[in-house]
């Protein structure tokens, strides 16, 4: 017997939750494990997982086709800013956008290779390809030597980190 | 005699050896570098000014720049390239297993991640002794023919564009720029500019059309880069003998789609480059010696033919002239060498002025290739990587992590220009349904898409420069395109034929194996040389574009490609005081090679790595 087709509406809410770094960098490396571990957990339609590392100015561009668009974007990342290290800060980002100067000083150093957290959001703010929620969820390394494994600091954060993007993927 | 520096000659028949009765044949006197009349000059002369350009903008990575300026004579009297950052990726290798090469080697270059990938591959498969079928190599032609559609747009329209916008024009050269809103552009029916003012203003950062359309047009060739590559920029399916991605008709078809899609901005490209260049000739004859040197070009090819294509190291001069990029050398405009052998044994690398140590002094693995052609001591495959930082930075010994390579000792320079060059002069291109090699230009019949079929011409040129090489950029795109466009015609055809297989399987060899792989990148020349033993690599060496444009001096004092092209640059700016001079022209001459240093955006140290670019030198964190 031939199945009906099932015909789904598209989800009202589309998240899309993303770790963006480079790899092999210990806790610079936050945001690329926890997509990795993020991308094997089973998600409901209108939630997807992706390794964002690949440049903002191709991350922006991809966010502007999104069809349908997102409407929330989780971001995960080790950013140093000054913190307390191995703990995890989550907020949302609603900044203003820099000067002319420092868009194209950021799109410039995208454009040559360099992966960041806020070219990303500041590209992407810029070329008006944000949702209109982004979260982000960002771990202050404890280590950022070349390696492979996390940091024991940061290792137990990662379950944090997971549930708390979930939690925000899933909200309504 | 394609030699004149090393001591190889041929027989007969041939065949290369070293010439006789030499007790030493690669040794060598390295000559001090002067800079007493530098120093007096800048202690003597007010107007004589030491310009530290660190880091230079718009490039991608970690470049610096030093020179002595004359502000009265305009003149430059010294340059010095600075990496700044530790290449650390030959040292990473060392002792790993090399089927994590091309996964690891691909993160040298977070622009350009999968010409390593097939570099290393190459590598690889030449030390397996393992080939990988036809559709495998002409899926890599495709993707790698698209790759430089994204790579070099942003080159053009977001790195070097700006240096041509009406906002650095107005500024650094107001009698241009009222020149420029008098002078009707020449091919307005294709891209729509009327003057050039108004296509200056398109190249404005942010705002200007064509930095946007530039941003743009980097979408669709990663579309159809991805699709067979799995991701951009470091491709997951590039493997040992081939791709490990299936493919059919589907992502045929969508990279079709995807390949004509991008071609009009391409064609409209060249005639925007060919509008800049000849306004600056015509406004002023000298802007021809902005970032001019010798035309000393090297390439190692790219793009093999499917069906003629073993991967040994033997056969490396016949398969290498089947390619689309002819390999090759040009020495003072002149083409003496398209074979692969004679390419790989006149490759040296020195290190008297970069943070290294040597590696002689520890015995030499290879005298000869492995066809037994002689090679230095200095060659690749000899090579070995030892960094050593110094806490000081000195430009008369050592200043910079780039290394200096050379062939036959000869100052080099790497480009989408030399590949086009060489292909063109050597007339030996064997793919003719897009391309023509004629001698002295390279013909492209580009299809009809929104605007009409073309048959565009890249002339080799009489001058060098930094307008010429931004304008080869333009055609390079359209070239890039044909050739991937060629190549999908050949995938169709092989699935057609049922030829589908996309790879090669292989076993790991535990014995002592050596290999290279003869690539290109967006800016050009790409070798990655592997040796290899006990199923573990012993030595790894990468030699990108930008190690050989960057070069520091040599042991005999010979600035590298970029040092020379700034020095040969007169300052056309225009002003009146010193704190009005911008550098205009000599940021022209260095961006205009595409520098790419992301290759050393990677710093170890003992405590931390750093990921971006600094200001400083590396060995000031170490």
Redesign the interface.
């Known amino acids: 017997m031939k199945a009906e087709p099932v015909f789904r509406p598209a989800p009202a809410c589309r998240a899309l939750i993303g770790g963006v770094g ?4 210990r806790d ?1 490396s936050f945001g690329a494990v926890a997509s990795d571990a993020l991308a094997r957990e089973e998600w409901p339609p209108g939630v997807e997982v992706a ?1 964002l590392g ?2 903002a ?2 991350v922006a ?1 991809d966010l502007a ?1 999104a069809d349908p668009p997102y409407t929330r974007l989780i971001l995960i990342a080790g950013v140093e800013r000054g913190r307390e290290p191995g703990r995890i800060y989550m907020s949302r980002w609603d900044e203003p956008l820099p000067d ?1 100067e420092e ?3 950021r ?3 995208a ?6 957290l806020d070219h990303l959001l500041i590209v992407s703010r ?1 070329f008006d390809a944000l949702p209109e929620e982004v979260c982000l969820i960002e771990l202050e390394p404890a280590d ?3 390696g492979e494994a996390l940091s024991p600091q940061a290792q137990p954060l990662l379950d944090e980190a997971r549930a708390l993007a979930r939690s925000l993927a899933l909200a309504h | 005699m394609c030699f004149q520096n090393l001591p190889i000659e041929f027989d007969e028949q041939g065949n290369p050896y070293l010439k006789g009765g030499v007790t030493d044949p690669y040794a060598y006197q390295t000559r001090e570098i002067d800079r007493s009349q530098v120093e007096e000059l800048l202690k003597r002369n007010g107007h004589v000014k030491e310009m530290s350009l660190d880091p230079v903008t718009r490039v991608a990575g970690a470049l610096a720049f030093h020179s002595v300026v004359d502000l009265e004579k305009r003149k430059v009297y010294e340059a010095n390239s600075v990496a700044s950052l530790f290449r650390g990726y030959e040292v990473i290798l060392k002792g790993r297993d090399p089927r994590d090469a091309m996964f690891i080697s691909s993160r040298v270059c977070g622009v350009c991640g999968g010409v390593h990938s097939v570099a290393s591959s190459l590598a690889i498969e030449m030390a397996f002794g393992i080939t990988p079928p036809p559709m495998g190599l002409a899926l890599r032609n495709i993707q790698l023919g698209l790759d430089f559609c994204l790579d070099n747009p942003l080159h053009l329209y977001v790195l070097a564009g700006p240096d041509y916008s009406q906002i650095v024009v107005e500024r650094t050269n107001p009698a241009l720029w009222e020149k420029a809103k008098k002078t009707e552009c020449r091919y307005t029916d294709i891209h729509g500019f009327k003057t050039m003012a108004e296509l200056m203003e398109a190249f404005n950062p942010l705002t200007g059309k064509l930095y946007i359309q530039g941003i743009h047009a980097t979408r669709v060739p990663r579309e159809a880069y991805s699709l067979l590559f799995g991701k951009y920029p470091h491709p997951q399916t590039v493997v040992p003998g081939g791709l490990s991605s299936t493919v059919t008709l589907r992502e045929l078809n969508e990279t079709h789609n995807r390949i004509i899609r991008t071609i009009d901005f391409a064609k409209m490209g060249v005639f925007i480059w060919e509008e800049i260049t000849a306004f600056f000739y015509e406004a002023d004859p000298k802007y021809k010696e902005v970032g001019t040197r010798p035309m000393n070009f090297m390439d190692s090819g790219i793009w093999d033919d499917p069906y003629n294509y073993d991967g040994t190291y033997e056969s490396a001069p016949e398969w290498g002239e089947r390619r689309w990029g002819t390999p090759g050398i040009v020495i003072d405009g002149k083409l003496v060498t398209t074979n692969l052998h004679h390419i790989n044994m006149g490759l040296e690398e020195f290190v008297e002025h970069s943070f290294y140590e040597s590696w002689e002094n520890e015995g030499i693995r290879y005298e000869t290739d492995p066809s037994g052609n002689p090679i230095s001591p200095h060659h690749p495959w000899n090579k070995e990587t030892k960094p050593k930082p110094t806490q000081k930075r000195s430009w008369k010994e050592r200043y910079t992590w780039d290394t200096a390579p050379r062939w036959d000792r000869h100052v080099m320079e790497a480009g989408t220009y030399a590949r086009m060059w060489i292909t063109a002069a050597a007339k030996k291109l064997p793919h003719t349904r897009f391309l023509e090699s004629t001698g002295h230009s390279l013909k492209m019949h580009t299809p009809k898409t929104l605007l009409p079929p073309m048959e565009l011409e890249w002339k080799i040129p009489e001058v060098w420069n930094a307008f010429e090489r931004n304008l080869n950029r333009a055609y390079h795109i359209v070239y890039c395109q044909l050739v991937a466009l060629d190549n999908l015609y050949i995938a169709f055809e092989l699935m057609k034929q049922g030829k589908t297989k996309t790879a090669t399987p292989y076993e790991v060899p535990q014995d002592e194996r050596i290999g290279v792989g003869f690539w290109g990148a967006g800016r050009g020349w790409l070798t990655h040389h592997l040796v290899m033993d006990k199923g573990a690599l012993v030595d790894y060496q990468i030699i990108t574009p930008s190690t050989i444009n960057a070069s520091p001096k040599d042991p005999w004092g010979h600035g590298g490609a970029y040092e020379e092209a700034v020095v040969n640059t007169p300052i056309l700016e225009e002003y009146d005081k010193p704190e009005e001079f911008t550098g205009i022209d000599i940021f022209r001459a260095i961006r205009s090679f595409d520098p790419c240093m992301p290759c050393t955006t990677h710093i170890h140290s003992d405590t931390h790595v750093v990921t971006r670019e600094v200001n400083t030198c590396a060995c000031g964190i170490v």
């Open positions: 480079y790899r092999w960098l610079a390794d690949y440049g100015l191709y561009q086709h002319a868009i194209q000083e799109i410039r150093e454009g040559g290779g360099v992966i960041d810029y950022t030597t070349p």
